[in-house]
């Protein structure tokens, strides 16, 4: 073995102090030289198929200042934004205010229902008024969380799965109503692994140890809530589905390929998993050529601003490599690496931006 150095320390000459510095306080900076290309607008006017704007995850409006939000997406080539916060009945009502009724066209907002309604023993019918109750507001879709199989109990005690009759028949309905359903299930899949040295999101989860599901005496694993998923799909056909964060398996695109082959009215958006696309960038740029169709842009990122758009749109558009996919971030939040471009070919942009949104959400329609 060679070495470009001398090992001054193992004469006597010098030896260099070493420092008592945590591993979790190592922010080490790549010393690498490559291209950096600043990608400020979309090739085309995009859809974010998947944001919050409302107070879902936030104690006030995820968008404190619409103007400055809607001067934001007119920079970046932003043409329209989902807004997946709605929820039900008056919150519901005051996002369609806020958002879509104030400005149409620029804001799309999806409903959820109270899935908790299912612990009691008429909790489905209750849930699926609650739905057709929200379609008749003005709710253009329907957002369905993780907590479908993670949390949610019936009657009994028992986990709800994503593949129960009950859920299944709620997002039958969907269907009917004619609500696209973006479901998010499971989590990346190191939240179900073993916290422990092999972790490669350690860092995220020692800062949010109840963010794991690494319990299988409480939690189903991985595998099942994905397959449960699966054959969600296929028990409900009539309705036209989002996996959300790349249908919930961004780490194993094979896996993605055999859900969309498996289910005709599945697509998949990108959103809040550049982590794992960007060290993978051929192979998503494989999966982009294979279902042109299939796939959506969207960010989740909240509240939305120019930086991480940026960064979309870099790893969308440029070759370059070795970049942050979290700017500003000291140690980036999902794992210690960095990402990547995909550089898709400029004729598979306009579907991927913008044109599969608008098919799935039928804004073509009338």
């Known amino acids: 073995m060679s070495h470009d150095h001398s090992p001054l320390g193992a004469t006597g000459t010098t030896t260099t102090p070493v420092p008592d510095l ?106 699926q008024d609650q739905l057709r109750d929200s379609a008749a507001r003005g709710a253009r879709g329907l957002k369905v969380w993780k907590n479908v199989g993670l949390t949610v109990v019936g009657p009994d005690g028992e986990l709800v799965a994503p593949d129960d009759q009950r859920v299944v028949d709620v997002l039958a309905l969907a269907g009917e109503l004619g609500l696209p359903a973006l479901v998010h299930v499971a989590d990346p899949k190191a939240f179900f692994e073993p916290l422990d040295a092999h972790n490669e999101r350690f860092d995220e989860l020692a800062g949010q140890p109840d963010w794991s599901f690494a319990d299988r005496g409480r939690y189903p694993s991985f595998d099942q809530l994905l397959d449960a998923f699966e054959r969600l799909l296929v028990a409900t056909p009539g309705t036209q589905y989002i996996g959300a ?8 695109l094979d896996r993605v390929e055999r859900l969309l082959r498996t289910a005709p009215n599945l697509a998949v958006d990108i959103a809040g998993r550049l982590g794992e696309l960007g060290r993978q960038p051929r192979r998503f740029r494989r999966l982009v050529e294979a279902f042109p169709d299939r796939v959506l842009f969207g960010t989740d990122a909240f509240p939305l601003s120019p930086e991480q758009l940026e960064v979309y749109l870099r790893f969308l558009e440029t070759d370059d490599e070795c970049f942050d996919y979290a700017p500003g971030e000291e140690v980036p939040p999902q794992g210690r690496w960095q990402i990547s471009g995909a550089d898709l070919p400029g004729h598979l942009l306009p579907a991927l931006y913008a044109g599969n949104a608008r098919r799935v959400l039928g804004l073509d329609r009338g």
């Open 245 to 252: 964060h790349v249908g919930c398996v961004a780490e194993d």
């Open 22 to 127: 945590r591993l979790v306080d190592w922010a080490p900076r790549p010393q690498v030289s490559v291209p950096a290309t600043r990608v400020t607008r979309a090739s085309v006017p995009a859809i974010d198929m998947h944001n919050h704007l409302g107070r879902w995850l936030t104690t006030d409006w995820c968008a404190p200042d619409v103007a400055a939000l809607l001067r934001m997406m007119d920079d970046a080539g932003l043409a329209t934004v989902v807004n997946l916060d709605g929820l039900w009945g008056d919150e519901l009502e005051a996002n369609l205010d806020r958002y879509d009724r104030a400005h149409p066209g620029r804001f799309v907002t999806f409903c959820q229902v109270d899935w908790t309604l299912l612990r009691h023993r008429d909790g489905e019918r209750r849930i």
